[in-house]
């Protein structure tokens, strides 16, 4: 009988300082067996755990496509991700998922698409932004409208600027009022209102957003003003977790479980929940 | 089938003898408490019921599930649980007894099992004992249970007009303990002694409780705040209840070596919910009171097909503020009996 809390032993293997608050580790897993089978799909997410510290959940950030290693990418707020975030490239980290369920990439074949993201929020989108991208035939038109507080607080600089470069990606960057540099080439804006002036058509198109809940909020409003349904719109969903596996009781919104029943819904499955996000 | 006062105690002592953990209501600073007997001696089975209910036998209030050690450049991790002790739970009440089947369905959901808690199960049985009478807090009748009910029982005793027990085995667990004692049960019938089904809470209806909750609209009744204003997030009525499964893991230990735990938390607390980043989709602890009212009588029922509230009446005992569950339910079934009558309007 396995031990459903039990985590992986991975170790680091490089380490990218996003932000002064916000790293991005590569692991890779101590077991080679485990290196060899592991496999997940993009808008999974895991229990990453500090020893002596605990575990936190953050999602997979790298794509399914690219395989032998895991990416995640957190900022540095409470103990546990105080703790992960003082660790070194070599050091051990503890490892359990990948749990919940995943954006239904199939059906995004031939369709145009729209990512919006703010801040922190960009790294669920990011594994679907690269998963399509390593396989950019079967798919449409690519927007990413990706908007932060500031320059600083923008991560995945050096992808931006690749996708930036990349002629089959549209991508539109944005920083806050206030947020820009001397030297910054993007837009300067809210991300909502950026989206809307981006203005993407909703034919034969889907929408993929996350971000804090104030923006998603908007963005979700500016996104239903271009004519998208809430069917064409996908978001994430976050809530404290402990277990991943729908038993410790935490990260339910009324009567969803958003560890095992999410955490990629559309709008409409969002609308439908109990009021408790 | 019959057994004695004394034949329990013999059948606990025998059950110690052979090295069995055995739960059953003793007597701590004059209060009911399932305890693991030191010796049959303390069982105290004349109490109606425990102050606390028996999961922590199954599902322990602290428990290791790794152990790790930290040295430079690696972690030396190793799992913990995987030998449990054979248990028998005796003097159950038929309330706790039926709730060993709701946890079972949270912590087997989707096909992922907590070996912590079914290699304990796995390996306890449960001898219930049915009530004669209830207290004022008592409300098994009220969510389908009753005095007497078999659901979670291996044997069921009930009580008989001599001071003994008619006895019946009602699984192959509880015939296996059974054939085991061998002249501690005998054979032969009694008259039983009459049972009082508790009268609490009987204009309460779960399936319209459940009818009404299952409107997201009424998730913003006016009626979450006006009966839970008072509650003081103590979280107490989730310690005493033999459904409220909520746990946290956690890290304990010194700077290189440590435990991963699972212990008991509570939807109650304030910081349950609480994201690191500040945000709190759980606030108010009237929202915290509505989240335990929903998981007993929506979530336990439409997401793990069993029974969330066993009408124990614990939570009711050991409140101090005096919230009474079943007040909410008597309300709620009256609002969802007034909604589901034709409009005035059609």
Redesign the interface.
Known sequence: MTNIYLPHLVTIEDIVEETPDVRTYRLVFQDEKMRESFSFRAGQFALYSAFGAGESTFCIANPPTRKGYIETTFRRVGRVTGTLADLNIGDTMGFRGPYGNWFPMDSFHGKNLIFVAGGIALPPLRTVIWECLDQREKFGDITVVYGARSVQDLVYKRELEHWNERPDVNLVQTVDPGGEEPGWKGKIGFVPTVLKEAAPSPDNAVALVCGPPIMIKFSLQALGELGFSDEQVYTTLENKMKCGLGKCGRCNVGDIYICKEGPVYTTAEVKNMYPDL | MLISKEGLRKLAEKLLGEGVQVAAPTERANQPVYAALRSADEMALEHQIARNSFKEFLFPQTEV??R?T?SK???H?A???AEFPETVVLGARPCDAASVASLRS??T??G?????F??RQDKAAVVTIACTKGDGACFCTSVGLAPDSPQGSDILLRPTVSGGFRAEALTERGKALVAGADGIFTEGDEELAPVAPPPAAESADVERILGWLSD?EN??DALWAAHAGKCVGCGVCTYVCPTC???????E?R??E?E?R?NW?A?QFDH??????G?N??EKQS?RWR?RF??KF??YP??FDSRGCVGCGRCIRVCYVGLDITEMMQKVTTKAAISAQPSAKS
Not at chain 2, 112 to 116: A, S
Not at chain 2, 245 to 251: P, S, T
Not at chain 2, 272 to 277: Q, R, Y
């Open positions: 599930v790794a790790f930290i450049g690696s972690v991790l799992s913990a649980g949270v912590f959901w989707k992922e099992d907590d070996r912590f079914t290699g997201t998730y913003k499964h909520c746990f946290d893991i956690v890290d230990g700077a290189f440590g991963r699972k938390d939807c349950f919910t609480a994201h690191a980043g945000h989709p759980r929202q989240n929903m998981c929506h979530y439409t997401k």
